[in-house]
């Protein structure tokens, strides 16, 4: 079965993808591959369509309390929000990211955890691409996840609805300094 879903600014998103197809990009290795790269520290940059940025640190860990059950890891950001009125405040958001055969799922950080969405990866112009979708409530969250060939990543929510309507996009490099606590 393959869905197909456009946004008004002309992103599509699938489900459904050919997963016989053999892949890799040179950072990140298959798309079973990248599940493992992601563990470790890394920093991000957020921008949310004219309304915040933020700028923190995000860490995928598997040990200690960090990662609840076995072939998962636990997703922890912290960072300094600016709003565009000028308002800052610390944030933080948790995820549970499951390995998938070629690509990941993203769960809440809820006991038990719950469903975001299923990510599928496949090659595009030498990068590892995955989209996926997420209804919340009356909402539709359509996410694209891009792995580069550099060892950065990126993550990109449209949020569409009659609640909310805006784009979230963070880039996420390699933190070769001091971890967070």
């Not at 393959?2 to 997963?19: D, P, Q, V």
């Not at 004219?50 to 923190?56: C, D, F, I, S, V």
């Not at 299923?118 to 539709?140: I, K, P």
């Not at 950065?152 to 996420?172: A, M, Q």
Request: glycine share 12%; with cysteine.
């Amino acid at each position: 079965m393959l869905i197909r879903l456009r946004t008004a600014a002309g992103f599509k998103y699938s489900r459904g993808m050919n997963t016989d197809v053999k892949c890799t990009v040179a950072a990140w290795g298959s798309p079973a591959d990248v599940f493992r790269h992601l563990q470790g520290d890394w920093l991000l940059d957020r921008r949310v369509d004219g309304l915040a940025l933020m700028q923190g640190f995000a860490s995928f860990g598997v040990n200690g309390d960090r990662s609840p059950d076995p072939g998962s890891l636990a997703y922890r950001e912290h960072g300094r929000a600016r709003l565009a009125e000028g308002q800052e405040f610390e944030a933080e958001r948790k995820y549970l990211y499951r390995a998938g055969p070629v690509g990941f799922s993203v769960f809440f950080a809820e006991v038990p955890p719950r469903l975001f969405h299923d990510v599928t990866l496949e090659a595009s112009g030498g990068d590892l691409v995955g989209q996926a979708c997420h209804l919340c409530g009356e909402d539709r969250y359509l996410s694209r996840y891009e792995f580069l060939a550099d060892g950065t990543f990126f993550i990109r929510h449209d949020v569409l609805g009659p609640r909310k309507n805006y784009v979230l996009e963070t880039s996420y490099r390699r933190n070769q300094g001091k971890r967070f606590a």
